[in-house]
T-cell receptor, first 112, second 112 residues
């Protein structure tokens, strides 16, 4: 499984756009990229998933460059309620026998 | 909405006790997972199951066992609890092996 590297923590002010980058240098051709969000005292929840270029939903955008060795989760105009830990996971849809591995994530703190 | 229910939010047990952590999902998912989460270590996979009566070891199975007698229920068992098993335990289910994970709220276990 491809190993991912994320910053341990980030701070942001309310209303700003936050970009969290995940490095996955040894991503394989069939790997896809998934991000989860975890609030304190709760289990993680799925945010967004992509394979290449850009994916956008009501919560976030995911930018994946052509070489796919990194990806960036973009949260527009964060609020205090976006304070959470964000996990980047990389896995192969075809190799469904092995569950995705969670790393240590990025702790985002949004400040008023 | 998918509902993953963990039987206890908080438990306090003594060293050597047998501990059962129960997890039930209501969406007929075939795939279920147990993770533990510790500060600075992220989520680590203990066991998973892709079908009734089927189980696979994750990254840290030592000291744990599981039971999957019914599709909707996946139990984590600590045969003889130890203090180093004090942790937050998270159960998840998924409709596909590589699909989105739906987590419960977690069970915080303290072993004295």
């Amino acid at each position: 499984l491809a190993k991912t590297t994320q910053p341990i923590s980030m701070d942001s002010y309310e209303g700003q756009e936050v970009n969290i980058t995940c490095s996955h240098n040894n991503i394989a051709t069939n790997d896809y990229i998934t991000w989860y969000q975890q609030f304190p005292s709760q289990g993680p929840r799925f945010i967004i998933q992509g394979y290449k270029t850009k994916v956008t939903n009501e919560v976030a955008s995911l930018f994946i460059p052509a070489d796919r060795k990194s990806s960036t989760l973009s949260l527009p105009r964060v609020s205090l309620s976006d304070t959470a830990v964000y996990y980047c996971l990389v896995g192969d849809r075809r190799r469904g026998n092995t569950p995705l591995v969670f790393g240590k994530g990025t702790r985002l703190s949004v400040i008023a | 909405d998918v509902k993953v229910t963990q039987s206890s939010r908080y438990l306090v047990k003594r060293t050597g006790e047998k501990v059962f952590l129960e997890c039930v999902q209501d969406m007929d998912h075939e795939n279920m997972f147990w993770y533990r989460q510790d500060p600075g270590l992220g989520l680590r996979l203990i066991y998973f199951s892709y079908d009734v009566k089927m189980k696979e070891k994750g990254d840290i199975p030592e000291g744990y066992s599981v039971s999957r007698e019914k599709k909707e229920r996946f139990s984590l068992i600590l045969e003889s609890a130890s203090t180093n098993q004090t942790s937050m335990y998270l159960c998840a289910s998924s409709p596909r092996r590589d699909g989105e994970l739906f987590f419960g709220e977690g069970s915080r276990l303290t072993v004295l």
